[in-house]
């Protein structure tokens, strides 16, 4: 490993938390909602972001798998610590039989250029669309610590979105002033001003670290209604997407050598069973992660070492307070954050020309927009592509 292969600058930490706008609505909410440790949590992130910006010499995005944390949220109920423990566990297992296997190679091939663009352009949708749903929330802050905060009849979201949006456009390119940190910095400045931090305990220190041994019902519980679901969009968004938005990024040559289907499978494998086994949140890559890291700045796995020891240090330091700290970035930050991830994922789509490819994309992109399952859309996609193809339709 050599250390020119890292940076560690202005860019590069404005990037790393390019993905915020994913990464801490779902984290926050599984911790608030399902009762998961903010110290398990956030070390895990951290401790991933760090091995795989070490490995990967690339700002590698991570993120919780979005099915399993959606259906946690909805269902907290039935989504106990213990089933998203077993998660965890079943979803590593799985992964790594995928890349040991080989099999991760044979299944990439269903997913032809217009496939993944359509997942990627579809996903571009859905985080433009989250984004502006966070822009217009009443509420400041995720964690509901103000009533509607408003100047008049104007929301204060939407008042710092539009602010933030100019500064990302006049700041997209500035080194002096990255536009993430800008925006990030002034948000929890203003969310300090609406009292974020009022009824804050100022106890220092790491929550519980548990170790978690799933009953045989949590597996079952944890497969048919978390694993079955998460899987296609893992292979399709956070395997296949990731290796292709990488090399769409970074190029093909030694830069992104490692940043391959069973390379990302492994990581994830790898990383998701100490998760489990803790009850820390499963966890991913993602095209739209990494598309946020690069939209704001990052270029090298030094904005994963950076992003990584933030993590760390506010896992086992601020692990009692870390919640407040993390929640004083108002909605309409992380929708802004989101937007412009968005914005960048959907806009790889440009190299698709052909009217029939073209077709599958949209198809996709609009399956995925309408229903948010990225499963279904494709699904749809492979056989109206293969429609086309069998019975050479021409559009």
Not at 189 to 216: R, S
Not at 330 to 339: H, R, T
Request: aromatic share 10%.
């Amino acid at each position: 490993m050599r250390f020119k292969d890292f940076k560690f600058n202005l860019s590069e930490l404005a990037g790393s938390i390019g993905d915020f706008g994913t990464l801490i609505p779902l984290s926050i909410a599984l911790i608030t909602i399902n009762g998961l440790g903010f110290t398990p949590v956030f070390l895990m992130v951290g401790l991933f972001y760090l091995l795989a910006g070490l490995y990967f010499k690339l700002p590698i995005p991570v993120q919780p798998l979005k099915v399993v944390a959606a259906i946690a949220i909805a269902s907290p109920d039935k989504v106990t610590p213990e089933v998203l423990s077993a998660t965890g566990i079943l979803f590593g297992v799985f992964l790594l039989v995928l890349a040991l296997t080989g099999a991760i190679d044979w299944v990439s091939k269903l997913f032809t250029k217009p496939i993944v663009r359509g997942i990627q352009l579809g996903l571009g949708f859905v985080l433009i669309t989250k984004g502006i749903s966070f822009i217009k929330e009443k509420d400041l802050f995720i964690e509901d610590l103000t009533n509607e905060a408003a100047i008049g009849s104007v929301p204060v979201n939407l008042i710092i979105a539009i602010i933030a949006i100019v500064l990302v456009l006049l700041l997209l390119n500035s080194k002096r002033f990255p536009a993430a940190l800008v925006i990030v910095g002034a948000g929890v400045i203003v969310g300090a001003a609406y009292g974020a931090f009022e009824d804050t305990k100022w106890d220092f220190g790491p929550t519980d670290i548990d170790l978690f041994t799933p009953e045989l019902s949590d597996y079952w519980i944890a497969l048919y209604l978390l694993v079955i679901p998460q899987i296609p969009l893992t292979i399709g968004n956070a395997i296949i997407g990731t290796t292709d938005t990488a090399r769409n990024l970074f190029g093909t040559d030694n830069v992104t050598r490692r940043a391959t289907n069973r390379g990302f499978c492994t990581s994830m494998g790898l990383a998701n069973i100490p998760v489990g086994f803790l009850a820390g949140m499963p966890m991913c890559h993602g095209a739209g992660g990494l598309a946020a890291h690069y939209r704001f700045g990052a270029r090298t796995g030094g904005a994963n070492i950076m992003i990584g020891l933030f993590f760390v240090i506010i896992a086992l330091a601020f692990g009692i307070v870390g919640i407040s700290i993390l929640s004083s970035i108002p909605y309409a930050v992380l929708g802004v954050l989101l937007l412009f991830a968005g914005i960048e994922l959907a806009l790889l789509v440009r190299d698709v020309t052909e009217k029939e490819d073209l077709f599958v994309v949209f198809l996709i992109a609009g399956i995925g927009l309408a229903t948010t399952n990225m499963g279904i859309a494709f699904g749809a996609g492979i056989i109206v592509a293969q429609l086309i193809r069998w019975a050479n339709i021409r559009i």
